[in-house]
């Protein structure tokens, strides 16, 4: 549940690596393969985490818990390493918006979404962002032109969306709503991406504290609307309340500094893979631990996206320097 280009939630937000340059830095302590592993863990049980918050909290609850525990873990480590905020209101007004098209309104599409669908289809349309991405990229004009490879890798990938619809059965079984605002939420992604990648470079601020500032406006949108649109929680469940700190401490907060340092340690090519892995995992997850009932086409039609999504990559040469990390849930 959030690649460069990817998904999220994967489980993102993503801003481009605006630091200037820096001395190498220190080997990490874990191997990238170790990282890369959990970092698909904790982005394939995020699907599983919302379901299990949805439980005792509004979907909008869940979602600002998650903003709030993210931005929490990203604010301490701000000041650890005693970065600044980022300066200016241009840069503060294009944060608000990559916040939340970023992060307020896809992770609480995603939230009200699995009201009503699986954790385990939630997922894998959350894989379909990258098809969002390639759509935008040929209905708008853009600097990252499509080949024929990368066009018909959206033809494929939305013939796997299909798929997992069951739209042979009249998408018998499945919500229709709940899969619509999935799809919405990962659409919105794209169209964060895109924004980023057009307002957001060159501001001279950092990473992290680009990412940090993001998701705290994010947290702020979510403050002034939830009360306003969900009712107010009264009680706090035990599991409810941890998967919601899990969702936002691991899934939106430490997944983004994994993502970041892979990001800088083996390049966006080989770190945006995960996406592919987090359908997998959200699929397992939700069979496993949550009983969710698995047709044949549901398998079927995510390995069809995820072959159309790869495809829609493949060729990629954007600028060296623009380095994106995603904040997913």
Same mark, same amino acid.
């Given at each position: 549940?959030?690649?460069?280009?990817?998904?999220?939630?994967?489980?993102?937000?993503?801003?481009?690596?605006?630091?200037?340059?820096?001395?190498?830095?220190?080997?990490?302590?874990?191997?990238?393969?170790?990282?890369?592993?959990?970092?698909?863990?904790?982005?394939?049980?995020? &699907?599983?985490?919302? +379901?299990?918050?949805?439980?005792?909290?509004?979907?909008?609850?869940?979602?600002?818990?998650?903003?709030?525990?993210?931005?929490?873990?990203?604010?301490?480590?701000?000041?650890? +390493?005693?970065?600044?905020?980022?300066?200016?209101?241009?840069?503060?007004?294009?944060?608000?918006?990559?916040?939340?098209?970023?992060?307020?309104?896809?992770?609480?599409?995603?939230?009200?979404?699995?009201?009503?669908?699986?954790?385990?289809?939630?997922?894998?349309?959350?894989?379909?962002?990258?098809?969002?991405?390639?759509?935008?990229?040929?209905?708008?004009?853009?600097?990252?032109?499509?080949?024929?490879?990368?066009?018909?890798?959206?033809?494929?990938?939305?013939?796997?969306?299909?798929?997992?619809?069951?739209?042979?059965?009249?998408?018998?079984?499945?919500?229709?709503?709940?899969?619509?605002?999935?799809?919405?939420?990962?659409?919105?992604?794209?169209?964060?991406?895109?924004?980023?990648?057009?307002?957001?470079?060159?501001?001279?601020?950092?990473?992290?504290?680009?990412?940090?500032?993001?998701?705290?406006?994010?947290?702020?949108?979510?403050?002034?609307?939830?009360?306003? &649109?969900?009712?107010?929680?009264?009680?706090?469940?035990?599991?409810?309340?941890?998967?919601?700190?899990?969702?936002?401490?691991?899934?939106?907060?430490?997944? &983004?500094?994994?993502?970041?340092?892979?990001?800088?340690?083996?390049?966006?090519?080989?770190?945006?893979?995960?996406?592919? &892995?987090?359908?997998?995992?959200?699929?397992?997850?939700?069979?496993?631990?949550?009983?969710?009932?698995?047709?044949?086409?549901?398998?079927?039609?995510?390995?069809?996206?995820?072959?159309?999504?790869?495809?829609?990559?493949?060729?990629?040469?954007?600028?060296?320097?623009?380095?994106?990390?995603?904040? +997913?849930?």
């Amino acid at each position: 549940m959030t690649t460069a280009p990817a998904p999220t939630t994967a489980p993102a937000p993503v801003v481009p690596d605006l630091s200037p340059a820096s001395p190498a830095p220190r080997r990490p302590l874990l191997d990238w393969r170790i990282r890369f592993g959990v970092l698909s863990l904790i982005w394939g049980f995020s &699907f599983l985490f919302i +379901k299990v918050g949805n439980e005792a909290f509004a979907p909008l609850y869940v979602t600002l818990g998650r903003m709030l525990f993210g931005t929490a873990v990203l604010f301490a480590v701000l000041a650890v +390493k005693r970065e600044r905020l980022p300066r200016g209101g241009r840069v503060w007004g294009h944060l608000a918006v990559s916040a939340f098209l970023l992060n307020a309104l896809p992770f609480s599409l995603f939230a009200y979404a699995e009201l009503t669908i699986p954790s385990t289809l939630a997922g894998i349309c959350n894989a379909a962002s990258p098809l969002w991405a390639m759509l935008l990229a040929v209905v708008v004009v853009s600097d990252d032109r499509p080949t024929r490879q990368r066009v018909a890798g959206l033809g494929v990938g939305f013939i796997g969306v299909l798929i997992v619809l069951g739209a042979w059965q009249g998408f018998s079984g499945q919500d229709p709503l709940g899969t619509v605002l999935a799809l919405v939420a990962s659409a919105s992604y794209a169209v964060g991406w895109s924004h980023v990648r057009r307002t957001l470079v060159g501001t001279g601020a950092s990473h992290l504290s680009m990412s940090g500032t993001q998701l705290l406006l994010g947290t702020v949108q979510l403050a002034v609307v939830a009360p306003v &649109f969900a009712r107010t929680p009264h009680s706090f469940p035990a599991l409810p309340l941890l998967s919601v700190l899990a969702l936002g401490a691991l899934g939106t907060g430490v997944a &983004f500094l994994i993502q970041y340092g892979l990001v800088e340690e083996v390049g966006p090519t080989t770190a945006m893979m995960v996406t592919y &892995f987090v359908p997998v995992i959200a699929t397992a997850a939700g069979v496993a631990i949550l009983g969710e009932h698995l047709s044949w086409n549901t398998p079927v039609g995510a390995l069809v996206v995820l072959i159309g999504a790869a495809l829609t990559q493949s060729g990629r040469h954007g600028p060296r320097r623009e380095r994106r990390a995603i904040i +997913k849930g």
